[in-house]
């Protein structure tokens, strides 16, 4: 047992590294672009406001409908939705200027500001997926 742990953590440790650069620079431009283009509405620290802006802190919803989210972050979205049990039903404006990178960017920042740990968002993955979204 105590061999095994040997050789899992440099390995861990390993992986971590080499992701890295790449996970910083859409963490950092995610950051930015949800500045720009998200707090207005849900706030810097994710909070939300009131019922009237959902909050991405912990939000089931997130988590619950991860394709869906890179789709209104595009296209926007309208109808009543259920975050941690609280109905909210106002219409979201999407970015559709966002590019498949800047969607990966941003849907990286939120995972991991927010309290849902998803790690870095594949862009191709990402690009796909918006391939599917209705308009
Ligand atoms: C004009 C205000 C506004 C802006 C700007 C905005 N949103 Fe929203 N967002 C909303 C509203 C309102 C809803 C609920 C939509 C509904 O009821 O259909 C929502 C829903 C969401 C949800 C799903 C519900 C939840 O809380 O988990 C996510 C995730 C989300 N927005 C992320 C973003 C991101 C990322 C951006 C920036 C690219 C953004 N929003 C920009 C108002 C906004």
């Given at each position: 047992m105590?061999?095994?742990l040997?050789?899992l ?6 992986s971590a590294?080499?992701n890295?650069?790449?996970y910083?620079q ?14 207005n509405?849900?706030?810097s ?10 909050p991405?802190?912990n939000?089931?919803y997130?988590d619950a409908?991860a ?5 209104l972050?595009r296209?926007?979205?309208?109808g ?6 609280k109905e909210?039903n106002?219409?979201m404006?999407?970015v559709?200027l966002?590019?498949?990178?800047e969607?990966?960017e ?5 995972y991991?500001t927010f309290?849902?740990e ?6 191709k993955e990402?690009?796909e997926q ?6």
């Amino acid at each position: 047992m105590a061999n095994r742990l040997y050789w899992l953590l440099p390995l861990a440790l390993l992986s971590a590294c080499q992701n890295e650069p790449k996970y910083t620079q859409y963490y950092n431009e995610g950051q930015q672009l949800y500045e720009k283009h998200c707090s207005n509405c849900h706030q810097s620290e994710g909070t939300g406001l009131g019922l009237v802006y959902p909050p991405l802190v912990n939000a089931d919803y997130m988590d619950a409908h991860a394709d869906e989210v890179l789709c209104l972050i595009r296209y926007g979205r309208k109808g009543p939705l259920t975050v941690n049990g609280k109905e909210y039903n106002q219409p979201m404006p999407g970015v559709p200027l966002l590019t498949d990178l800047e969607v990966a960017e941003v849907a990286t920042y939120i995972y991991n500001t927010f309290g849902h740990e998803r790690g870095i968002q594949d862009v191709k993955e990402v690009g796909e997926q918006l391939k599917r979204c209705e308009k």
